[in-house]
C-alpha cells in the first residue's frame, strides 16, 4: 500500500483502490481451488468487488488479465500433475465460479463499464499500436527505483532525452521487502513461488513497452489490453506479486535453519557494501562538481546523498537483527520494513502533498465552480470526482479526451485530436450556442476541417445528421471562438452525472460543447425529451429550434447501469440466499 508505485499515483486515488485488493483475489482463488471452501469463493467475490468499485478501468483491466493468467497456469500445473485424465469440465466450472460471483456481486458497475468498452475492442478501435507501446512506458534506466525510492529521479530525464511522468516511474517496495522475496525465492522454488515469481517479471517486462516484445503481443492477442495506454501502469502488479513472496520469505525466514540464515546475511551484507560503494562514489562525484555544476551536483544530492545512508542503515539493522534471538524475528522485520516504506513516503512527499491537500483540493472545487476552462482544471475535477462511488458512469465521458481521465481512448477522439483540434478545446468554452452547422456525413471527410480549425484557432459546428428544418445549414462553418455566444448559457448545475443550463436564444440555433459525447447522456429541454446529437462527431450538442429561454437537463443514464443494478440485485440476493443456506447446514 505505501509502495513506490502507490505513492506516485496518489493523484488516481482509484488506481491505489483498485490494485490494492489483488492479493485477497489470489488467496481466495487459491483457497477456492485448494480447499472447495464457500469462504474462500467468497473471499475471492468480494475482493473482486471492492476491485472494481476502485474505479480505474485501465487497472481493472490489468488486474483481470493476471487473474486470468494465474487461473491458467494453475490449470496447466494441475494438468501436469494429474495427466489430461483429469475433469476440465470440473476444474473450468470451478474456476469460471469465481467470476461469475465477482460479475453478479459488481454488476451495477462492471455492466456498463463492459458495454462502453466492446465498442474499442475490434482491430480498428482502441488505441494506434505505437500509443499503447510508447506512451509513458518504464524505461530501463528507472529500474534503478527497485533500490532507490527517491521521487527526484524526474529531474534526471531530461539527461536521458526522455519525458514523461513522474507518476511512471517509482517501483520501490521496500529494500527489505526486497530482500525477502528473494530470500523466498532462495530457499524454496516450488511452482507457487515460480509462478509469482514468473508473473512478476512479466508484468515488469510488459512495462517496460516498446523496449520488450510482450505489450506488443498483448496489444494484438488480447482485445481489452487494446485500449490502454501507460505501460508502466503495469507494475503495480509486479509489485504486487513480489509483495507476496516476501510474506512467504518472512515466513520461511522464522523457520530457516542456520545455513539459509547465513547466506541470507551474507547477501544483506553483500548488499549493504553494494551500496556503499554507490554513495561513496555519488558523494565524490558530487563534491567535484559542486563549483563547475551546481545543478547536477544538487541533482546527485537529493537522488544518492539523501536517500542511500538510510536504507543503509536500514539493511545494517536487519543484518544484527538476524543474529539475534528468532524469538523477536517478526516483529523486528515488519517494524524495519515499515519504517523504510515510511522513510520512503516523506521522499516523496513532495509529489504527495500536490494532490492530497484538503486546502488545494477546495480551491480546484471553487475554480470550476467558477468555469474556467484550463485544462488543469479539468484534470483537477477529475482528481475531485474520483471520491465518489460511481464515479465511472458519468465522469469517463465528460471530458473531451477520456484517455487523460482513464488511460483509455477511442480511435474517434484519437484522430480528431491528432489534428492539433485539441489546443482549441483547450481554449473554448465549455457551452456555447451556434446560429448554424454544417453537414459532414463521415468522419474522414470532417478531418482536413479540424486541422483548418487547429491551425487557425476557430471552432466548426458539424452534425452528420440532417437537422430539423429550423435550423441554417451552411457548406463549412468555421467559428472565431471569440465570437462563441456563451455569455446566454448559464450553468445552474454541474455534477459528475448531471449538467443543468438555462440557454436563452433570439433564434433557431444549435447548443454546441466541448464535452465527450456519449449515447447514455440523455437530455430534457423544457421538461420534454430530446435527442443528444454528436456535435463535431466527438461532442454533445443539442438542437434549439424555438426562439426563447430555456432550461436544458443533461443526465447521464446508460441503459447498461439500470442492467447492472438488476444483475447485482438477483447476485446479491442469490448468494446471499446461498449462504444461509450453506449456514444453516454448517456447512461454512
Same mark, same amino acid.
Given at each position: 500500500?505505501?509502495?513506490?508505485?502507490?505513492?506516485?499515483?496518489?493523484?488516481?486515488?482509484?488506481?491505489?483502490?483498485?490494485?490494492?485488493?489483488?492479493?485477497?483475489?489470489?488467496?481466495?482463488?487459491?483457497?477456492?481451488?485448494?480447499?472447495?471452501? @464457500?469462504?474462500?469463493?467468497?473471499?475471492?467475490?468480494?475482493?473482486?468487488?471492492?476491485?472494481?468499485?476502485?474505479? +480505474?478501468?485501465? $487497472?481493472?483491466?490489468?488486474?483481470?488479465?493476471?487473474?486470468?493468467?494465474?487461473?491458467?497456469?494453475?490449470?496447466?500445473?494441475?494438468?501436469?500433475?494429474?495427466?489430461?485424465?483429469?475433469?476440465?469440465?470440473? %476444474?473450468?466450472?470451478?474456476?469460471?465460479?469465481?467470476?461469475?460471483? $465477482?460479475?453478479?456481486?459488481?454488476?451495477?458497475?462492471?455492466?456498463?463499464?463492459?458495454?462502453?468498452?466492446?465498442?474499442?475492442?475490434?482491430?480498428?478501435?482502441?488505441?494506434?499500436?505505437?500509443?499503447?507501446?510508447?506512451?509513458?512506458?518504464?524505461?530501463?534506466?528507472?529500474?534503478?527505483?527497485?533500490?532507490?525510492?527517491? !521521487?527526484?529521479?524526474?529531474?534526471?530525464? @531530461?539527461?536521458?532525452?526522455?519525458?514523461?511522468?513522474?507518476?511512471?516511474?517509482?517501483?520501490?517496495?521496500?529494500?527489505?521487502?526486497?530482500?525477502?522475496?528473494?530470500?523466498?525465492?532462495?530457499?524454496?522454488?516450488?511452482?507457487?513461488?515460480?509462478?509469482?515469481?514468473?508473473?512478476?517479471?512479466?508484468?515488469?517486462?510488459?512495462?517496460?513497452?516498446?523496449?520488450?516484445?510482450?505489450?506488443?503481443?498483448?496489444?494484438?492477442?488480447?482485445?481489452?489490453?487494446?485500449?490502454?495506454?501507460?505501460?508502466?501502469?503495469?507494475?503495480?502488479?509486479?509489485?504486487?506479486?513480489?509483495?507476496?513472496?516476501?510474506?512467504?520469505?518472512?515466513?520461511?525466514?522464522?523457520?530457516?535453519?542456520?545455513?539459509?540464515?547465513?547466506?541470507?546475511?551474507? !547477501?544483506?551484507?553483500?548488499?549493504?557494501?553494494?551500496?556503499?560503494?554507490?554513495?561513496?562514489?555519488?558523494?565524490?562525484?558530487?563534491? !567535484?562538481?559542486?563549483?563547475?555544476?551546481?545543478?547536477?551536483?544538487?541533482?546527485?544530492?537529493?537522488?544518492?546523498?539523501?536517500?542511500?545512508?538510510?536504507?543503509?542503515?536500514?539493511?545494517?539493522?536487519?543484518?544484527?537483527?538476524?543474529?539475534?534471538?528468532?524469538?523477536?524475528? #517478526?516483529?523486528?522485520?515488519?517494524?524495519? !520494513? #515499515?519504517?523504510?516504506?515510511?522513510?520512503?513516503?516523506?521522499?516523496?512527499?513532495?509529489?504527495?502533498?500536490?494532490?492530497?491537500?484538503?486546502?488545494?483540493?477546495?480551491?480546484?472545487?471553487?475554480?470550476?465552480?467558477?468555469?474556467?476552462?484550463?485544462?488543469?482544471?479539468?484534470? +483537477?475535477?477529475?482528481?475531485?470526482?474520483?471520491?465518489?462511488?460511481?464515479?465511472?458512469?458519468?465522469?469517463?465521458?465528460?471530458?473531451?479526451?477520456?484517455?487523460?481521465?482513464?488511460?483509455? +481512448?477511442?480511435?474517434?477522439?484519437?484522430?480528431?485530436?491528432?489534428?492539433?483540434?485539441?489546443?482549441?478545446?483547450?481554449?473554448?468554452?465549455?457551452?456555447?450556442?451556434?446560429? $448554424?452547422?454544417?453537414?459532414?456525413?463521415?468522419?474522414?471527410?470532417?478531418?482536413?476541417?479540424?486541422?483548418?480549425?487547429?491551425?487557425?484557432?476557430?471552432?466548426?459546428?458539424?452534425?452528420?445528421?440532417?437537422?430539423?428544418?429550423?435550423?441554417?445549414?451552411?457548406? %463549412?462553418?468555421?467559428?472565431?471562438?471569440?465570437?462563441?455566444?456563451?455569455?446566454?448559457?448559464?450553468?445552474?448545475?454541474? #455534477?459528475?452525472?448531471?449538467?443543468?443550463?438555462?440557454?436563452?436564444?433570439?433564434? @433557431?440555433?444549435?447548443?454546441?460543447?466541448?464535452?465527450?459525447?456519449?449515447?447514455?447522456?440523455?437530455?430534457?429541454?423544457?421538461?420534454?425529451?430530446?435527442?443528444?446529437?454528436?456535435?463535431?462527431?466527438?461532442?454533445?450538442?443539442?438542437?434549439? @429550434?424555438?426562439?426563447?429561454?430555456?432550461?436544458?437537463?443533461?443526465?447521464?443514464?446508460?441503459?447498461?447501469?439500470?442492467?447492472?443494478?438488476?444483475?447485482?440485485?438477483?447476485?446479491?440476493?442469490?448468494?446471499? #440466499?446461498?449462504?444461509?443456506?450453506?449456514?444453516?447446514?454448517?456447512?461454512?
Amino acid at each position: 500500500m505505501l509502495s513506490g508505485f502507490f505513492i506516485g499515483h496518489s493523484e488516481h486515488m482509484n488506481i491505489l483502490a483498485t490494485f490494492a485488493w489483488l492479493p485477497l483475489i489470489l488467496a481466495g482463488i487459491q483457497g477456492w481451488l485448494d480447499e472447495k471452501s @464457500p469462504k474462500n469463493l467468497w473471499l475471492s467475490g468480494i475482493g473482486f468487488w471492492l476491485l472494481i468499485q476502485g474505479g +480505474n478501468p485501465s $487497472a481493472n483491466l490489468i488486474a483481470f488479465f493476471f487473474i486470468g493468467l494465474f487461473l491458467l497456469v494453475r490449470l496447466a500445473e494441475r494438468i501436469y500433475d494429474r495427466g489430461f485424465n483429469l475433469n476440465l469440465f470440473r %476444474e473450468f466450472s470451478q474456476m469460471l465460479l469465481v467470476f461469475i460471483i $465477482a460479475f453478479l456481486i459488481s454488476g451495477i458497475s462492471i455492466v456498463p463499464i463492459l458495454a462502453d468498452f466492446s465498442e474499442y475492442t475490434g482491430r480498428q478501435q482502441g488505441i494506434p499500436y505505437q500509443t499503447a507501446l510508447e506512451f509513458n512506458p518504464l524505461k530501463p534506466w528507472e529500474l534503478i527505483t527497485l533500490i532507490l525510492p527517491s !521521487a527526484s529521479l524526474s529531474g534526471i530525464m @531530461p539527461a536521458f532525452n526522455e519525458t514523461g511522468s513522474p507518476t511512471m516511474i517509482n517501483c520501490y517496495f521496500g529494500l527489505i521487502s526486497l530482500a525477502l522475496a528473494l530470500f523466498a525465492i532462495y530457499v524454496r522454488r516450488d511452482r507457487s513461488r515460480l509462478i509469482l515469481l514468473s508473473l512478476g517479471l512479466f508484468a515488469l517486462l510488459i512495462a517496460l513497452g516498446s523496449r520488450a516484445i510482450f505489450r506488443g503481443l498483448l496489444f494484438e492477442l488480447v482485445p481489452f489490453l487494446r485500449m490502454l495506454k501507460h505501460p508502466a501502469l503495469f507494475r503495480g502488479a509486479f509489485i504486487l506479486f513480489f509483495c507476496i513472496l516476501a510474506g512467504m520469505g518472512l515466513d520461511d525466514l522464522i523457520q530457516a535453519d542456520n545455513s539459509a540464515l547465513k547466506e541470507f546475511r551474507r !547477501a544483506v551484507l553483500l548488499l549493504v557494501v553494494s551500496l556503499c560503494l554507490i554513495f561513496g562514489f555519488a558523494s565524490v562525484v558530487s563534491f !567535484a562538481l559542486t563549483s563547475r555544476d551546481q545543478e547536477t551536483a544538487m541533482l546527485l544530492k537529493d537522488i544518492f546523498l539523501e536517500t542511500l545512508p538510510i536504507q543503509i542503515a536500514l539493511l545494517i539493522a536487519l543484518y544484527f537483527w538476524l543474529r539475534s534471538k528468532k524469538n523477536f524475528w #517478526s516483529i523486528g522485520i515488519l517494524f524495519l !520494513a #515499515s519504517l523504510d516504506l515510511s522513510l520512503m513516503v516523506q521522499a516523496n512527499m513532495p509529489l504527495m502533498g500536490q494532490y492530497l491537500d484538503q486546502r488545494t483540493r477546495k480551491i480546484l472545487i471553487e475554480s470550476v465552480e467558477n468555469r474556467s476552462r484550463k485544462i488543469d482544471h479539468i484534470t +483537477n475535477l477529475t482528481r475531485i470526482d474520483n471520491w465518489r462511488l460511481f464515479q465511472n458512469n458519468g465522469m469517463l465521458y465528460k471530458k473531451f479526451e477520456t484517455s487523460d481521465y482513464t488511460s483509455i +481512448n477511442s480511435i474517434t477522439y484519437e484522430k480528431i485530436m491528432n489534428t492539433g483540434f485539441h489546443k482549441v478545446i483547450a481554449e473554448a468554452p465549455f457551452f456555447f450556442i451556434v446560429p $448554424a452547422v454544417s453537414m459532414i456525413d463521415q468522419m474522414e471527410n470532417a478531418l482536413p476541417i479540424f486541422s483548418r480549425a487547429a491551425q487557425k484557432n476557430l471552432m466548426p459546428a458539424m452534425v452528420s445528421e440532417e437537422p430539423p428544418l429550423e435550423i441554417k445549414v451552411r457548406s %463549412e462553418l468555421l467559428y472565431a471562438l471569440e465570437s462563441l455566444d456563451s455569455r446566454n448559457v448559464r450553468v445552474i448545475n454541474y #455534477s459528475i452525472n448531471r449538467v443543468e443550463l438555462q440557454i436563452t436564444n433570439q433564434a @433557431p440555433a444549435v447548443l454546441g460543447t466541448t464535452e465527450a459525447f456519449h449515447p447514455g447522456w440523455r437530455a430534457w429541454l423544457d421538461n420534454k425529451p430530446v435527442k443528444t446529437i454528436r456535435f463535431n462527431f466527438a461532442f454533445r450538442g443539442i438542437y434549439l @429550434p424555438d426562439p426563447g429561454t430555456h432550461i436544458l437537463i443533461w443526465k447521464f443514464q446508460p441503459k447498461s447501469f439500470y442492467l447492472g443494478v438488476l444483475v447485482s440485485s438477483l447476485g446479491i440476493i442469490s448468494l446471499g #440466499s446461498w449462504i444461509l443456506i450453506c449456514f444453516l447446514f454448517r456447512k461454512l
